[in-house]
């Protein structure tokens, strides 16, 4: 929302468009992209999850969020308004953003230690549980000036196909209005790690 006095938004040259209204993808357009490969980022889980106790005997299945169009894929999101988003020009994840969380989710259970086992679909592990996730928020608030991540988490039991538990995680950052893909990762990062951190605590304390 707009504050008496503000002046109007300058973004930075190296932002391309993608509109978004009522949540449905109206129309993407590229500017001021210099026509070299994109730089590539990544995300990186956390290196210490020590959380929750530990549940030996119990192995857990990282499902792949789900997600709507503009954050299911490679573009790291820019939203300057309610229904309007943007994308980085010349940046993007090194993978689409569901693929990129999942592995990243895998990787703080792992590190945890706190299952016999973690796994991805696929992987041929006798599950006890999954982890069910959508990714309701990823991306950069320039009016809000900060880096938000918002993950919704179901823990199901396989065995009886019941939902166990569910809950919203979501996380803020400061970021400058006018900072560079380097500085937005980085706070997007710094975002999902307490995210993540968080995830693992609640479904060891749960399972």
Do not use: H
Not at 72 to 90: C, H, K, R, W
Not at 158 to 179: E, I, K, L, N, Q
Not at 196 to 207: F, G, R
């Amino acid at each position: 929302m707009s504050e008496p006095g503000r002046r109007p938004l300058r973004l930075p040259r190296s932002i391309a468009v993608l509109l978004v209204s009522a949540g449905l993808v109206q129309g993407c357009a590229a500017l001021g992209g210099t026509g070299e490969p994109p730089d590539t980022f990544d995300l990186v889980a956390p290196r210490d999850v020590s959380a929750g106790p530990v549940r030996r005997g119990t192995q857990i299945l990282i499902a792949e969020p789900g997600a709507v169009q503009a954050l299911d894929s490679q573009n790291i999101v820019v939203e300057t308004a309610p229904f309007a988003i943007q994308y980085l020009g010349d940046a993007q994840w090194g993978d689409r953003l569901p693929r990129l969380v999942q592995r990243r989710l895998a990787e703080s259970f792992d590190r945890a230690d706190r299952f016999d086992g973690v796994g991805l679909p696929g992987q041929g592990l006798a599950i006890d549980y999954q982890i069910v996730t959508n990714i309701a928020e990823f991306g950069i608030d320039i009016p809000a000036a900060a880096a938000r991540i918002e993950i919704e988490v179901k823990l199901l039991d396989d065995r009886s196909g019941v939902v166990a538990a569910d809950r919203r995680f979501a996380a803020s950052v400061p970021v400058s209005r006018t900072g560079s893909p380097d500085d937005y990762v980085a706070a997007l990062n710094a975002a999902f790690a307490g995210v993540a951190t968080e995830i693992v605590a609640w479904s060891a304390d749960l399972i």
